[in-house]
């Protein structure tokens, strides 16, 4: 409670500062329209540009984590189990991305690596010649052919960056498995690769369910970075926003808000699925 | 393990050597023209940045502007489909040189050092920087030579032509660098910084909107930059193409009309705000 009254008292000072000491003109009225407007001709509601940025943040949040995890799991289990070359490979991909900025691996990746390998593939001008309905599918779970390019560049940055600390996670959890577990499934009868995949990687996973959780939690965080390289999502549509119309406060304050409400809700599912889990053992 | 460990660098050159091969056809390709790429996918890309009244949303989440306008009419006189790539204003060169967009139609200034990079067309605008102060704290200036002290801290753009113009007519101040105009802005409001350079007709409208704390020191303009399309170099189809088109929008009155309604009137302002 007292923490309450004191978080309120502290956030009140902030705006009585703000208006009076720098005279900072509030236009909250104006935000409501930046998520969605009436379509003056129509009358549909519309979505604009807040909430089709929110939108874009899940979508990426989404696709990175489903490619990092899979990327992360392939290399957390060639680090703990592989011969000498596939653990020398895992341990690269997991050391080079782990020591770089992941601002600059999402700008070299786009500049460069995209530019020769992604581009190439002209996913833009394929997706245009796909019928209609086609599009409107993609257009949901990914982007419209003008961004699609962009779109599926920062998704893969994102989940090579991602992936390297699954790839720890996942590796950590397989190597905790205790040597009795294997021995235990050979003394059955099973053969190496059916030991691990029914007996070790289940509870490996098990056991890192939570650090895993965490991590795509963090996924949603990390995805700002790529609006330096214009993927329209929250933080971007929200920097556009503020060159357009001035109302730096209103909108750094309300996007703030939107990945906080979208990260404590994950988190807060994550805890009660962990008190569930752990009642269940 | 000697073995294996000269395998794996064999593996990595090999990796190398096809990047850089990979590098290579990249350069081919881009030997065709843009106006050829464009008139056969029917789509022109175009590369652009938010500049008030350049290039921004209206309050549908639509984009309007000058540039917009000269960008829509080139895509209808080529008979093609127009898509805005709204792009970060510091990587815009590379995003341009990488082919990501096919052309820059985003106010962007024919400077020398920008055209060792990129091919311009020929001017089809002129801006000029402005300034707007903060009236305490640069109370009673009124000329360049006012604002190139050492105490002075003025905040631009990154890597715009207001950022070298600032920094040729007043060396003898302080900059602080911003990645948008908003953000350089904000910090004039709070009375951080003395002033704002930025190509007009920005700050003047800055000032109107804030009377009573900001004022524009200089009555004129303090530079006259031409403005072009950027493309990539060694494409003269394309060049050709737009110097042609620019030409014909100058002779039409176009060009003239719109930069009237954009920079002279205030009639679009009910579409922002």
């Known amino acids: 409670m007292a923490v309450v009254l004191l978080l309120v008292a502290g956030i009140s000072f902030f705006f009585f500062r703000m208006g009076s000491i720098l005279a900072y003109q509030w236009e909250w009225n104006r935000i409501p329209g930046y998520f969605m407007f009436k379509d003056s001709v129509t009358g549909d509601l519309r979505v604009n540009m807040l909430l089709s940025g929110f939108l874009t943040t899940i979508r990426l949040s989404v696709w990175a984590t489903v490619l990092g995890f899979l990327l992360g799991t392939l290399s957390g289990i060639l680090g703990a189990k592989g011969s000498f070359v596939q653990r020398f490979a895992s341990r690269l991909y997991v050391e080079t991305i782990r020591n770089i900025p992941s601002l600059v691996l999402v700008i070299l990746f786009y500049y460069f690596v995209s530019s020769q390998f992604l581009d190439a593939l002209r996913l833009d001008t394929w997706l245009r010649g796909q019928s209609d309905g086609f599009q409107q599918v993609t257009l949901f779970l990914m982007e419209g052919p003008d961004r699609i390019n962009a779109f599926v560049s920062a998704a893969v940055a994102l989940a090579i960056y991602e992936g390297a600390y699954i790839s720890e996670i996942v590796r950590g959890g397989i190597n905790a498995i205790p040597a009795g577990q294997w021995e235990a499934a050979w003394s059955v009868g099973l053969s190496r690769p059916r030991t691990f995949l029914r007996v070790i990687l289940p509870q490996a996973f098990r056991r890192v369910a939570f650090p895993l959780a965490g991590q795509f939690i963090s996924t949603i965080k990390d995805s700002a970075i790529v609006s330096v390289i214009s993927i329209q999502e929250l933080t971007f549509q929200g920097m556009e926003l503020m060159a357009a119309t001035f109302l730096t406060f209103e909108i750094w304050i309300t996007i703030t808000l939107l990945y906080f409400i979208l990260t404590f809700s994950l988190s807060r599912t994550m805890a009660l699925f962990e008190k569930r889990f752990s009642r269940q053992q | ?273």
């Open chain 2, 1 to 273: 393990m000697k073995k294996r460990v000269y395998m794996l660098t064999i593996a990595m050159l090999l990796l190398l050597s096809s990047l850089a091969a990979a590098g290579e056809t990249g350069a081919k390709l881009s030997r065709e023209s843009i106006i050829e790429k464009i008139q056969k996918e029917g789509i022109i890309r175009v590369g652009m940045a938010t500049f008030v009244p350049w290039a921004m949303k209206d309050k549908q989440g639509q984009l309007i502007g000058f540039e917009i306008d000269v960008a829509r009419k080139l895509a209808q006189d080529m008979g093609v489909k127009i898509e805005f790539i709204p792009t970060a204003w510091s990587g815009i060169i590379p995003a341009l040189l990488t082919g990501k967009f096919d052309v820059i139609i985003g106010g962007m200034g024919i400077t020398p050092e920008r055209n060792l990079k990129v091919n311009f067309t020929m001017p089809y605008d002129y801006s000029g920087m402005s300034m707007v102060a903060h009236q305490k704290k640069a109370a009673g200036f009124s000329s360049i030579g006012d604002f190139n002290k050492p105490a002075v801290i003025i905040a631009v753009r990154m890597g715009t032509t207001a950022e070298q113009a600032a920094k040729k007519f007043m060396p003898l101040a302080q900059f602080k660098l911003f990645e948008n105009e908003s953000q350089a802005l904000q910090e004039l409001n709070l009375g951080r910084v003395h002033a704002v350079v930025s190509s007009a007709p920005m700050p003047a409208f800055h000032a109107l909107k804030y009377p009573d704390k900001l004022f524009v020191p200089l009555k004129e303009n303090f530079t006259r930059e031409p403005i072009g399309f950027a493309i990539q170099k060694g494409d003269f189809d394309a060049l050709n193409y737009f110097n042609n088109w620019i030409l014909n929008m100058h002779s039409q009155g176009f060009l003239k009309e719109r930069k009237a309604y954009w920079f002279e009137s205030k009639e679009w302002e009910p579409l922002v705000n």
